[in-house]
């Protein structure tokens, strides 16, 4: 019984790095998306 929780461990490891690494990508692409169309540079004189 002891190894198939062992086996399947690398399994959920594997699962969550790549769960990880895809939102990861999903805000890097999120964070460039607004830094193109967002943010605008506010000069001194500009008023919030």
């Known amino acids: ?3 198939v929780l062992i086996k399947g461990l ?3 490891f594997l699962k969550r790095s790549l769960y990880s690494m895809k939102i990861k990508e ?3 692409k999120l ?3 607004c830094s193109k169309h967002c943010f605008e540079v506010a000069d001194r004189d500009d008023v919030v």
């Open 1 to 3: 019984m002891g190894k």
């Open 10 to 12: 690398p399994i959920l």
């Open 26 to 28: 999903q805000t890097r």
């Open 31 to 33: 964070a460039a998306g």
